[in-house]
């Protein structure tokens, strides 16, 4: 039976779990130590599940059964190991779970009325659910804190697949990149905060802040509903909309600020504890010709100076890149695919098709010249590129593919170690199944002696 990562039962199933409401006490479907699980909870997180849009799958009341009997384990050891985590780690992982849930539901109003009851209620039941889950990643993270992979065991990773089963890598690069942005002065900048402030003054002079908002806010996710944010902490914003949104009273609009975003002003409408609705008018300063034309000078004088060695382009990224997963790297673009290893190495099919077709003719360590470019979101700026190294297609090798030959020997370790540590407490625990999951592939070792006899 092929090996199930723990792990990732638990961070993929963990979402869903969230979403389970009120348990009704119907049948115990397992026994692991002093825990119980019911029906009901089996049941609900499966309803959810189709909720989502997934297919009816059986199978899948299996998985949920088997995380949750991995998680009452990992639980009943934490507690003789003394492993615990803080209130503020709950507090923390449940507000980003919420956040999760409101965006998807479109709204807090929404979410409320999906769940029938508020998200201060919903947030007090799902809090035992979540402390345990994450006491159970904790306690995880104890059993396998000490694995690690010596060079010998990667090479006898390696050397178990036989030649012709060994995978296809694609063509991978290195690509670095220097991204600059065009910032307006401040008298450019005036004209927009000029017009925000003029609508602020319509509405303080008794005009429907809804009605400017839907006509006038370029922010393209609260516009349509008259600006209004719905709930929010003091996490989600801009640090100076968070500002402004948690010091103002019900009723009361605050002065026109700037943020990365541009002009906005806001109106507190209510508050919930440590939340806050408000509604905002946001408008987005464009980029003038003048202000383009000095980051296309600033851009060209940097690569000037990469291109003919002077400045070394590490510290030219560094220094003056504006992107800001990037320039930290030494300007290189991480592989969004892989951000557990943080590798530089990208697969060109993976590569933004722009950037594909600019270092495809390009030959390794040359960059190309500035080009005028928009973002995902919409932003105009100027780049170059870099390329550092190609790789072409080729066979899985130990040369040429270590990190990745070592990540997976480390993956595989640490689901052995996992899957010991199981085998290990299934036979010390008391554990006992209903006979509805006797069926289950996934659930056969977690079948007692106890369980066999009962079905026979």
């Not at 849930?101 to 007090?124: N, V």
């Not at 697949?161 to 065009?182: A, R």
């Not at 906005?264 to 919930?272: N, Q």
Request: proline share 4%.
């Amino acid at each position: 039976m092929k090996r199930i990562s723990i792990l990732g039962l638990l961070t993929f199933f963990g979402f869903l779990n969230i979403y389970a409401q009120e348990k009704v006490v119907d049948k115990v479907v397992a026994v692991v130590g002093d825990n119980i699980i019911l029906k009901s909870d089996v049941d609900q997180q499966y309803a959810q599940y189709l909720a989502q849009g997934n297919k009816a799958d059986e199978n899948t009341k299996c998985l949920f059964l088997q995380n949750m009997l991995s998680q009452k384990l990992l639980t009943q050891q934490a507690v003789i190991d003394s492993i615990t985590v803080d209130e503020e780690d709950v507090d923390n992982e449940i507000n980003r779970r919420m956040r999760v849930m409101i965006s998807r539901a479109g709204g807090q109003d929404r979410l409320e009325e999906f769940l029938g009851k508020s998200i201060i209620q919903y947030k007090d039941e799902i809090r035992p659910d979540i402390q345990e889950q994450l006491v159970a990643q904790k306690m995880q993270a104890k059993i396998t804190e000490k694995v690690e992979v010596t060079p010998l065991e990667v090479e006898r990773y390696y050397n178990k697949f036989p030649k012709d089963s060994l995978p296809e890598f694609n063509t991978e690069v290195e690509v670095g990149e220097i991204v600059m942005y065009p910032e307006l002065n401040k008298k450019e900048k005036e004209f927009y905060k000029d017009k925000a402030e003029a609508l602020r003054l319509r509405i303080k002079g008794g005009e429907s802040f809804a009605t400017l908002a839907r006509l006038y806010s370029q922010d393209p996710g609260s516009a349509s509903n008259g600006g209004d944010l719905g709930f929010f902490d003091r996490k989600t914003m801009a640090k100076e909309f968070t500002a402004w949104a948690f010091k103002l009273k019900p009723g009361e609009i605050s002065p026109v600020f700037e943020t990365e975003f541009g002009f906005h002003f806001l109106e507190v409408t209510e508050r919930r504890g440590e939340q806050v609705r408000a509604r905002h008018i946001l408008i987005i300063p464009q980029n003038t010709p003048a202000a383009l034309e000095r980051t296309k000078i600033k851009i060209d004088s940097i690569y000037k100076l990469v291109n003919t060695g002077k400045l070394d382009f590490s510290t030219a990224a560094a220094l003056n890149s504006d992107d800001k997963e990037s320039k930290f790297n030494g300007g290189m673009m991480l592989n969004s695919q892989n951000v557990s290893t943080r590798t530089t190495f990208i697969p060109t099919d993976q590569l933004d098709p722009k950037v594909f077709l600019t270092i495809d003719t390009m030959k390794v360590g040359t960059y190309s010249t500035p080009a005028l470019f928009t973002d995902a979101s919409g932003k105009t700026g100027y780049k170059f590129l870099y390329l550092k190294s190609k790789i072409p297609p080729h066979k899985a090798n130990l040369n040429q593919d270590l990190p990745k030959i070592k990540d997976a020997a480390y993956e595989d370790k640490i689901n052995k170690t996992v899957s010991q540590w199981f085998e290990k407490r299934r036979k010390s625990t008391y554990i006992k199944l209903d006979k509805e999951y006797y069926s289950c592939d996934v659930l056969k070792d977690w079948i007692t002696d106890t369980d066999t006899a009962a079905k026979q």
